[in-house]
């Protein structure tokens, strides 16, 4: 009972100083005013949580595009958030080198963001194409994958990663690998409802190089079909076997190889070297453990010089440090093949690849 008396008293006695400093104008003001702000406070942040989700990245992309095309480099950099252009230094230098090139282009229409893997907070925009200007012509045409995240009180968006890419540090096209946790599921239509280890299965018997019984499409002399669809056997099981000076060897020097991504009605080409070839499939093999590519809708048209070899090809790629496959693109090659009259052997002096992004159908021959 003493106890319950002396809480009581306790009580009694903070409520009796409460109201007597609340009677006290200055202190009921300053009273009212910390409760007040406390109550604004707590309002701002309210609304910022709500509204500030729903600012569209698109506008900030925007930005960023008018940032990257202007020659205001304190643009861009104003985009970025410090503690991620710290860590992320190599990509931020490289991008401020670009401002030196007579225009710049930024092509955002196609964008779509799509939440990082690696984080639920982030936004990537990926594969946003950029075309560099030098003397009034196309130098380059680059991709650009952005990573954004909102940040700060004000929940903002802000620069994570701006990632520079040429068609070289990709596979046969346009896509950066992405390893996922389910089996990945094959690009091609006629193999959209299995897995990949289905589709090796059908596919391989469609690749192999016809025999003689076997129709060959097209209006190319018989001999004429039968030693390029032999070639083009070879060509592709160097390939699938990273035997890069064989696989390099069925190009002339001077070949031209033409690499298409078609986006949105738009056609983005990036044009190699033999040399520049060689290079990108060195990167390529060393990438993945495990290469497979599948030929199918082979036809083959010309006369015994000059032939025009065109198929439906899919790429299917499993990285060196995974045991599933990690990337799949599918679209149309075609290889233009000449009588090399050093060697007197079929070589191919011109390959275009084109690969078609977003489309509701894949092409066909």
Same mark, same amino acid.
């Given at each position: ?71 205001? %480099? ?6 970025? #958030? ?103 599921? *094959? ?21 192999? %190089?016809?025999?003689? *019984? ?113 990337? *799949? #693109? ?36």
């Amino acid at each position: 009972m003493r106890t319950f008396s002396s809480a009581k008293r306790v009580i009694q006695s903070g409520r009796t100083e409460f109201m007597r400093l609340y009677h006290n104008p200055n202190t009921r003001f300053a009273m009212i005013g910390i409760i007040g702000a406390f109550v604004i406070l707590g309002v701002t942040l309210l609304g910022l949580r709500i509204f500030g989700r729903e600012t569209p990245v698109e506008a900030f992309v925007e930005r960023w595009k008018e940032a990257i095309e202007s020659n205001r %480099p304190e643009l861009y950099q104003a985009l970025w #958030d410090s503690t991620a252009r710290n860590q992320n230094w190599e990509q931020h230098e490289r991008a401020l080198k670009l401002f030196n090139k007579e225009k710049v282009e930024a092509d955002i229409s196609g964008i779509a963001p799509r939440t990082d893997l690696r984080d639920e907070n982030r936004l990537r925009i990926e594969r946003i194409p950029v075309t560099l200007y030098q003397d009034g012509e196309i130098l380059v045409r680059l991709f650009r994958d952005l990573t954004v995240e909102k940040k700060g009180v004000w929940q903002r968006w802000r620069l994570i990663n701006d990632e520079i890419r040429d068609e070289l540090e990709y596979p046969e096209a346009t896509e950066e690998p992405v390893v996922v946790d389910e089996p990945l599921q *094959s690009a091609n239509p006629a193999f959209a409802d299995r897995s990949f280890q289905q589709v090796s299965k059908t596919a391989m018997s469609q690749t192999t %190089p016809p025999d003689v *019984s076997s129709p060959i499409a097209g209006t190319a002399p018989l001999d004429a079909k039968l030693k390029l669809s032999q070639v083009v056997g070879e060509w592709q099981t160097a390939w699938q076997e990273k035997a890069l000076d064989k696989y390099m060897s069925k190009y002339a020097e001077e070949a031209e190889i033409t690499r298409v991504a078609v986006k949105g009605g738009k056609e983005y080409p990036v044009r190699l070297t033999k040399a520049q070839l060689r290079e990108k499939m060195k990167a390529i093999n060393k990438k993945y453990g495990k290469i497979e590519v599948y030929i199918s809708n082979l036809q083959i048209n010309g006369d015994n010089a000059v032939a025009d070899v065109g198929f439906l090809q899919e790429f299917i790629g499993t990285l060196a440090s995974g045991s599933r496959p990690a990337y *799949s #693109d599918y679209g149309t090659k075609r290889l233009i093949f000449m009588i090399d009259p050093a060697e007197g052997i079929w070589k191919i002096y011109s390959e275009s690849w084109k690969l078609y992004k977003d489309v509701p159908k894949y092409p066909k021959l």
